[in-house]
C-alpha cells in the first residue's frame, strides 16, 4: 500500500513538473517573439531617435502679455438683423465725399450685412451677424462699429472667459465715422482698455489687432502700421473717416475690434479691409481713436455726434494740389456749390470761392476745412478768409448743426433712425423667463412618456431664450436641471432659483403624440395651435435630448 502511494505522488511530481517545464515554455517563446516583433518595427527606422517633449515651460514675450491683458476687455458681438430696405441712389454728398465703398474696400459685412461678408436675400425673415467692441468703461460701456449694429432687434454680448450672453442696450450711434455705443449690465465691474493719442501714431510702430473672425472669439493677429492719414478720397469712404493702415490680419468679425499698440494701448477701431476677394490682404484700416473718443464723448452726453456744417459741397479734383496751383493760391478748399438757405449761402459765400483759412487757421484742402467747421460749435461764428477771383474777402458765417442741415440727406448723415428699438429698450429683469407658454400632459400622452411626467409645450415666445436654444411647439419638458417638471408650478420653483448667468438644462422628449386637433388649446385671439403643435410623428417612440444655455445677462 505504501508502494502504490509512493508511486502515486511520484506521478503527481512528475505532471507537476511536466507542466511547470510547458509553461516557463511558453512564457519564454512569448517574450521571444515580442522582442522579435519590437525589433522588426524599430527596423522600420533603425537611425531615428525617438522624440522627448520637454518640461512644461513658458517662453512669454510682449505679445503674449498684451493678449493676456486685453483679452478680458474685447467682446463678440452677436446681433438679429432687421432685413434692410434697398438703399437709395446717392449722389455728390455736400461737405462730403461720395458715400458708396469701391468694392476693393469692404466692410466686414457684405452689402446686405450677412455675417463673415456674404450677402443675404433682401427677403430672409431674420438672420445674424457678428462682430467686435471694446469695453471703455467699467459699468459696461461698449465702443464698436455702427454697421455691426445697423438695423439690430437684439444686441448680444459675450465677454472672454464667461459663458453668459449680455443683453446689449444702444446707446447711440454715428453714421458718419461708422461708429456705436453699446452697454451690458453684468452687476460687477468690468476691465476697460486703456487709450492712447493716435496722433503719435508712427508708420513702422507695431499694431496688434483683437477681435472674432468668423465667430472665432479672441483671436490676435500682430503686424505693423503700415501708412497713417489715409483720407476718405483715397479710400470712397465717409468725410470724417480718416483711417490708420495696417497688415495686422483682420478678418470679417474683426470690425468694431480694437487696434493697439506694443504697449496694449487702443490706437483705433478695426472698420474697413481692402481686398479683392473677402479675406484679409494684408490691408487693413482703423478709426484713429482720437476720432472715436471726440464721437464716444458725445454719444454719451446727447445719444448721438453734433458737428457744424455752413452747407457747401467742395471740389474734389483727383489732384487738388495742381488745381489750386492753376488758379493761383497753394493751400484751399474750392467751393463747388452752395446748399440753398444755408449758412454760407446766407453768409454770401459763392460758388468757385476758395476758403483758405478759418478763424485765422490756414485751411490745406477740403478734408481740413470740413474738419475746422464741424469742430466749430453750433450757432458759433466762423470768420472765412476766401480768395475770390484773386482778390481776398473776409466773410462771417454761423455754423449749423450738420444733422439738421442735411436731415433729409441719408446719403450724408444716415438714415435718421430713432434710437428707440427694441435694443434701446432693454431692462434688467426682475425675474427669470424662459419664454415658452407650458400645459399638463394629458393621459394619452402621459402613456408615451417612460417618465410619466412633464409638461407640453404651446407656445414659444420670439426672440426668448427657449427659441435660441431649440425649444419647438410639441416638444415635452420633464426636467430642468433634474429637477422634475410635472406642472407650471414645477417650473416657477426652479425659476425663483435661477439667475442671469446661471446654466439651465432641459430635457427635452420630441415625438410625444399630442391630443387631437379638436381637444388643442386656443390661443388669445381664439386661433388654433399651430399645426406643428397638433400633430408630430412618431418614429421609435418619444426620442429624449438635453436643450442648455446659459440665461441671458441684463
Do not use: C
Request: charged share 25%; net charge neutral.
Amino acid at each position: 500500500m505504501k508502494l502504490f502511494e509512493k508511486m502515486r505522488q511520484q506521478k503527481l511530481m512528475s505532471m507537476a513538473l511536466m507542466l511547470f517545464t510547458l509553461s516557463v515554455g511558453i512564457l519564454i517563446g512569448t517574450l521571444i517573439n515580442t522582442q522579435v516583433n519590437a525589433a522588426r518595427d524599430q527596423n522600420a527606422a533603425p537611425d531615428a531617435t525617438p522624440l522627448t517633449v520637454p518640461r512644461l515651460s513658458a517662453l512669454g514675450n510682449d505679445f503674449t502679455a498684451l493678449a493676456k491683458k486685453l483679452e478680458p476687455s474685447v467682446v463678440n458681438i452677436t446681433v438679429d438683423v432687421a432685413p434692410s430696405e434697398k438703399s437709395e441712389a446717392r449722389g455728390q454728398a455736400p461737405d462730403d465725399n461720395s458715400d458708396e465703398v469701391p468694392d476693393f474696400f469692404r466692410r466686414f459685412f457684405g452689402p446686405n450685412g450677412g455675417p463673415n461678408g456674404e450677402d443675404v436675400p433682401q427677403d430672409a425673415p431674420k438672420r445674424q451677424a457678428s462682430g467686435s467692441g471694446f469695453l471703455v468703461d467699467k459699468n459696461g460701456y461698449i465702443v464698436t462699429n455702427n454697421h455691426v449694429v445697423e438695423n439690430a432687434t437684439k444686441i448680444r454680448v459675450r465677454l472672454h472667459g464667461d459663458p453668459a450672453d449680455y443683453r446689449g442696450r444702444l446707446i447711440g450711434t454715428d453714421y458718419e465715422t461708422d461708429l456705436a455705443v453699446i452697454k451690458i449690465d453684468t452687476g460687477r465691474p468690468l476691465q476697460p482698455v486703456t487709450i492712447a493719442n493716435s496722433d503719435s501714431v508712427q508708420v513702422g510702430d507695431w499694431a496688434v489687432a483683437i477681435g472674432s473672425p468668423f465667430g472665432l472669439e479672441a483671436t490676435v493677429t500682430a503686424g505693423i502700421v503700415s501708412a497713417i492719414g489715409r483720407s476718405p478720397a483715397q479710400l470712397g469712404a465717409r468725410t470724417f473717416q480718416h483711417f490708420i493702415q495696417t497688415d495686422a490680419a483682420i478678418n470679417p468679425g474683426n470690425s468694431g475690434g480694437p487696434l493697439l499698440n506694443i504697449r496694449g494701448e487702443v490706437i483705433g477701431v478695426n472698420t474697413m479691409i481692402a481686398t479683392s476677394g473677402r479675406g484679409s490682404e494684408g490691408v487693413g484700416f482703423a478709426l484713429p481713436v482720437n476720432m472715436v473718443a471726440r464721437a464716444y464723448n458725445d454719444i454719451i452726453r446727447l445719444g448721438r455726434v453734433t458737428r457744424g456744417s455752413i452747407g457747401v459741397s467742395l471740389d474734389r479734383s483727383i489732384e487738388p494740389e495742381v488745381t489750386l496751383k492753376a488758379l493761383g493760391v497753394d493751400h484751399g478748399a474750392i467751393v463747388e456749390s452752395i446748399t440753398k438757405g444755408g449758412p454760407a449761402d446766407k453768409g454770401g459765400l459763392r460758388a468757385g470761392d476758395i476758403i483758405v483759412a478759418v478763424n485765422g487757421t490756414a485751411v490745406k484742402d477740403g478734408d481740413d476745412l470740413i474738419s475746422h467747421v464741424a469742430d466749430t460749435p453750433v450757432g458759433g461764428t466762423a470768420s472765412l478768409s476766401v480768395d475770390r477771383d484773386s482778390k481776398p474777402v473776409t466773410l462771417k458765417v454761423t455754423v449749423a448743426d450738420r444733422s439738421e442741415l442735411y436731415k433729409d440727406r441719408p446719403d450724408i448723415v444716415g438714415g435718421g433712425k430713432p434710437l428707440e428699438t427694441i435694443t434701446s429698450k432693454v431692462e434688467v429683469p426682475t425675474e427669470v423667463k424662459f419664454g415658452f407658454r407650458p400645459r399638463p400632459l394629458t393621459e394619452q400622452e402621459r402613456d408615451s412618456v417612460d417618465t410619466r411626467r412633464g409638461v407640453m409645450v404651446t407656445l414659444v415666445e420670439q426672440d426668448s431664450f427657449a427659441e435660441e436654444i431649440g425649444i419647438q411647439n410639441g416638444d415635452v419638458i420633464d426636467a430642468i436641471n433634474r429637477q422634475p417638471v410635472n406642472s407650471l408650478e414645477d417650473i416657477r420653483k426652479v425659476q425663483e432659483k435661477l439667475k442671469p448667468g446661471d446654466a439651465v438644462a432641459f430635457h427635452v422628449l420630441k415625438g410625444v403624440t399630442p391630443p387631437p386637433a379638436a381637444a388643442a388649446p386656443r390661443s388669445g385671439r381664439g386661433s388654433r395651435v399651430p399645426a406643428a403643435v397638433q400633430s408630430r410623428p412618431v418614429a421609435d417612440g418619444p426620442q429624449g435630448l438635453y436643450l442648455s444655455g446659459i440665461l441671458p445677462g441684463r
